[in-house]
């Protein structure tokens, strides 16, 4: 197992990115994490399971978030967070060239590898979306919903706190501690990060039919961030979708007390397509 740390920049920002490769390579994948926290995450669970089916992992922490710089919480646009993740994919591409290219994204990092996959020609072999972002749960006040659409418009980069509560990401009171405790997570947000992934979110809905690629949909049912409803109406506006519900399951369910089953569905899934 190989590990190397790289550095890009992305429209003036630097971002932090990790390279893990394993002895025996089948293809790469790119993963890429949720809202508030760091692709550091990822270490413990995930991406040994990616290892062991043979992919080299390329992780990397987006605008405002872990170890890339950037305000926290704020991005330049919607477009950048695809501009960025582009970036990571050619990197992918570049070193791997021969090999088959996956794309792995939880909770945001699922809004932003199903939106680039409808809206991009591209030679993905398969996508996996863990709780992704494309409905809320719940119903923001509708004070702060109309203060966050003016910010919008007259302060994109000002940011405030998310409101989540992190007992929310699982159902194992040591991940909510660990959530809370980490350093590198925070929960602020700018309106020019949360309307637009909002956005994105309904389109991909709506758009769905389009999709091209083999794609891996997994959720909770007990989720209270990120609405599973969202995920099955996805799915039913697509022909080239597996959706997996997960009983029970919170946000996090790599973190959850599903999170082996949950890893061997991904596995499985995977092996078929290598």
């Known amino acids: 197992m190989q590990k190397t740390e790289f550095e890009i920049t992305s429209h003036g920002t630097k971002i932090y990115g990790l390279k893990i490769v394993p002895a025996?390579?089948?293809?790469?994948?790119?993963?890429?994490?949720?809202?508030?926290?760091?692709?550091?995450?990822?270490?413990?669970?995930?991406?040994p399971m990616l290892t062991e089916n043979g992919l080299a992992v390329y992780l990397y922490d987006n605008f405002g978030h872990g170890?890339?710089?950037?305000?926290?919480?704020?991005?330049?646009?919607?477009?950048?967070l695809m501009d960025l993740l582009?970036?990571?994919?050619?990197?992918?591409?570049?070193?791997?060239?021969?090999?088959p290219i996956f794309l792995y994204g939880h909770s945001m990092g699922g809004n932003l590898v199903l939106n680039h996959v409808l809206r991009f020609e591209n030679e993905i072999k398969g996508v996996i979306a863990?709780?992704?972002?494309?409905?809320?749960?719940?119903?923001?006040?509708?004070?702060?919903?109309?203060?966050?659409?003016?910010l919008l418009h007259?302060?994109?980069?000002?940011?405030l706190p998310s409101g989540l509560d992190p007992k929310g990401i699982s159902r194992i009171p040591e991940?909510?501690?660990k959530y809370v405790k980490d350093p590198l997570i925070h929960d602020l947000v700018s309106p020019m990060f949360s309307f637009p992934i909002m956005d994105a979110g309904e389109w991909a809905i709506k758009n769905a039919y389009r999709l091209k690629v083999p794609t891996l949909l997994l959720h909770g049912t007990g989720d209270p961030i990120i609405d599973?409803?969202?995920?099955?109406?996805?799915?039913?506006?697509?022909?080239?979708?597996?959706?997996?519900?997960?009983e029970g399951g919170y946000h996090e369910l790599h973190h959850d007390i599903c999170s082996a089953t949950m890893l061997q569905t991904i596995g499985n899934w995977l092996r078929r397509l290598l």
Do not use: D, Q
């Not at 025996?24 to 991406?47: C, M, T």
């Not at 582009?86 to 090999?99: D, G, P, Q, V």
């Not at 007259?154 to 940011?159: A, M, N, Q, Y």
């Not at 995920?231 to 959706?243: I, R, V, Y």
């Open 67 to 80: 170890r890339s710089g950037g305000k926290r919480g704020h991005c330049p646009n919607y477009e950048a």
């Open 175 to 177: 991940e909510v501690v």
């Open 130 to 150: 863990s709780s992704p972002y494309l409905r809320l749960a719940f119903e923001p006040p509708k004070w702060k919903m109309f203060i966050g659409k003016f």
């Open 154 to 159: 007259v302060l994109p980069s000002v940011t």
């Open 228 to 246: 599973h409803k969202g995920t099955e109406a996805f799915h039913n506006n697509s022909n080239k979708t597996t959706l997996n519900l997960f």
């Open 86 to 99: 582009e970036s990571i994919i050619e990197k992918a591409r570049s070193e791997f060239a021969t090999l």
């Open 24 to 47: 025996e390579i089948k293809g790469a994948i790119v993963l890429v994490h949720g809202f508030g926290e760091h692709s550091g995450r990822y270490f413990e669970n995930v991406v």
